[in-house]
């Protein structure tokens, strides 16, 4: 009987240890929430890990959040060392610092999807997920031309310093060319409220006229229209943002003159690219390329389709 007892706790070992040998690890960096959108993205990456964890008994995941890139890099480097991972998800704090980490991940054969904000060098990962960047740009840039047709002054405020903030100004920029639209100051927000207060100071102090803002951040604009109602300045025509936060797409459907539009880029790409990347561990199906989601213009008549009111963001 013992002997019997031992052979059979012998297989339930066996059997154990060989289900923990097929189990795949999925490690998910992000930036932690240091701003609306980020919010939102860290409540779509937690509640998409939790849900595919009932789905995929096969796969784990592990989350963690960073509020710098170095922080980010010792989250990533601590999931190799440690957990083992098959496969990373990562969206990068910034592209630069984050470039040399991810190709280590890369090259030690696991699996790379990064989301969003792009890495320095092009080819590192297998799966790219993100908005539609240079089309967020042209898309800000178009309603801006519609909105001044004799041209104007304005100021922009750029996100943190990453490919994806290049492809959209660039984009902007491609698309006011000709227009008359004169971009008098540009400087970076980071995508956060309190720098795009105190830039958008800065830049009301310098310039006694300007006609209109391109915030291109939700998160950007509230900074930007708390520094000009505090300046007690009435040249702003308007603030375009982007990103379709709640706050603002209610401005938008109840007629705000000064948030007259916005331009999606969803938080809950986070979604897709951890959904694609255990699809892409767990079955043939091919999944690796470029995954695009368009922006798309909100305006009074289409806004109530974009209004979440019980979302995080």
């Given amino acids: 009987m013992k002997t019997i007892l031992a052979g059979t706790a012998a297989l339930a070992l066996t059997a154990g240890l060989a289900a923990a040998q097929d189990t795949k690890v999925i490690g998910v960096s992000i930036p932690a929430a240091t701003h609306g959108w980020a919010g939102g993205m860290n409540f779509h990456a937690q509640e998409t890990v939790e849900r595919l964890e009932e789905v995929y008994p096969e796969l784990d995941f592990v989350l963690a959040t960073a509020s710098d890139p170095g922080k980010q890099v010792n989250d990533i480097e601590d999931m190799v060392a440690t957990r083992n991972i098959s496969a990373l998800v990562v969206l990068p704090f910034e592209s630069e610092p984050l470039t040399a980490p991810v190709q280590a991940v890369a090259d030690s054969g696991a699996w790379v ?27 800000s840039g178009e309603y801006m031309v519609s909105k001044m047709p004799d041209g104007g002054n304005i100021v922009v405020l750029r996100g943190i310093p990453t490919t994806i903030d290049n492809e959209r100004v660039e984009g902007f920029q491609q698309a006011i060319e000709g227009s008359g639209i004169e971009i008098i100051g540009m400087e970076h927000g980071n995508w956060n409220r309190d720098d795009s207060f105190n830039v958008m100071q800065d830049f009301l102090s310098k310039h006694p006229q300007i006609d209109a803002v391109w915030a291109s951040d939700d998160d950007m604009a509230v900074g930007v229209l708390a520094a000009i109602d505090a300046a007690g300045r009435d040249d702003v025509q308007f603030v375009l943002g982007g990103a379709g936060m709640k706050e603002m797409v209610q401005r938008v459907m109840e007629g705000d003159e000064m948030i007259p539009a916005d331009v999606t880029y969803p938080p809950s790409m986070i979604a897709t690219a951890i959904e694609l990347t255990a699809v892409g561990l767990t079955s043939n199906a091919p999944v690796s390329g470029t995954f695009t989601i368009g922006s798309v213009l909100i305006t009074p008549e289409n806004a109530e389709q974009f209004y979440y009111p019980d979302s995080p963001f």
Avoid: K
Avoid at 114 to 124: A, F, H, K, Q, Y
Avoid at 129 to 137: L, S
């Fill in 113 to 139: 999807t990064v989301v969003d904000r792009g890495l320095s060098v092009e080819g590192i990962e297998d799966l790219y997920v993100a908005g539609d960047n240079p089309g967020f740009g042209r898309v």
